[in-house]
C-alpha cells in the first residue's frame, strides 16, 4: 500500500528501512525522501515505526531475555 504518494513510496519500503535501521522521521526522510512535500504520510510513518518497535519489543519480552528480576 502506497504511504507516501508525493514519492511513491510503499508501506513494506517503510518497514525494510526501519528493520534495516531507521529508527525515527528524520531517518526515513533521508533514507526514502517520505514526507518531504505535504507531509501528510509523516502520522503514517511514525506508526508504522511505532508498530515496528512493539513488535520488536514484544519478541524480546517473549524470548525472556530482557526479564527483570
Ligand atoms: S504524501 Fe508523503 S510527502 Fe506527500
Given amino acids: 500500500m502506497y504511504v507516501c504518494l508525493c514519492k511513491g513510496i510503499t508501506d513494506t519500503q517503510i518497514r525494510d528501512a ?10 526515513l526522510r533521508e533514507r526514502l525522501d517520505v514526507a518531504t512535500q505535504c507531509c501528510k504520510c509523516a502520522r503514517d ?7 515496528y ?7 524480546f519480552a517473549g524470548s525472556g ?3 527483570m528480576a
Avoid: H, L, P
Avoid at 19 to 24: I, K, P
Fill in 45 to 51: 510513518c511514525k506508526s508504522i515505526i511505532s508498530e
Fill in 18 to 27: 526501519v528493520t534495516d535501521g531507521a529508527c525515527n522521521i528524520r531517518d
Fill in 53 to 59: 518497535r512493539q513488535s520488536a519489543a514484544g519478541s
Fill in 65 to 67: 531475555q530482557f526479564v
